[in-house]
């Protein structure tokens, strides 16, 4: 498949996961959760997933 049309499917699933009105909107929110997780992450903060147990594991996001 070619680059351009990868992106353009990428691009749409993300608007369409995160209910954006466009890609723009889906990018900016995208970038402000990426800057609020990496403000958290300076401040020594730890981020955690929850399996379909319950079970809590450590998500490492940034090195």
């Known amino acids: 498949m070619p680059e351009r049309v990868r992106r353009t ?3 749409t699933v ?4 995160t209910e954006a009105a466009s890609y723009t909107e ?8 990426c800057e609020a997780l990496i403000r958290e992450t300076e401040n020594a903060r730890q981020f955690f997933v929850r399996d379909e ?3 809590m594991t ?4 940034f090195p």
């Open 9 to 11: 499917m990428r691009e």
């Open 14 to 17: 993300l608007t369409l996961k």
């Open 26 to 33: 889906a990018v900016s929110n995208a970038l402000r959760l």
């Open 53 to 55: 147990t319950g079970a």
């Open 58 to 61: 450590p998500c490492r996001l």
